[in-house]
Nanobody
């Protein structure tokens, strides 16, 4: 059973930065595709970014050029560096892992407000 634990959310002013982390259990982390979704109040869950086992990345158009996803296989951790944050980035951010099935973290709140 894979478990995901997110951290790094919080309150930040517009234009600021945050880095989210997602630590995964299990010994096959390097084989996993990892990514992030987010969900704002009243909205559907929105895909944000993904990094595959080879390190290739892809981003939603809404965050391209501002967010960077990366992974550290030695630490079983995936990161989401978020720069130039906007109020519309406010959401609960969920880490996911895709390896035969999809696993989800518990979510971490990101609030962008002055």
């Amino acid at each position: 059973q894979v478990q995901l634990v997110e951290s790094g959310g919080g309150l930040v002013q517009p234009g600021g930065s945050l880095r989210l982390s997602c630590a995964a259990s299990g010994s096959r982390f390097s084989f996993y595709t990892m990514g992030w979704y987010r969900q704002a109040p009243g909205d559907q869950r929105e895909w944000v970014a993904v990094v595959d086992s080879g390190g290739s990345t892809n981003y939603a158009d809404s965050v391209k050029g501002r967010f960077t996803i990366s992974r550290d296989n030695a630490k079983n951790t995936v990161y989401l560096q978020m720069n130039s944050l906007k109020p519309e980035d406010t959401a609960v951010y969920y880490c996911y892992l895709n390896y035969a099935k999809v696993y989800w973290g518990q979510g971490t709140q990101v609030t962008v407000s002055s």
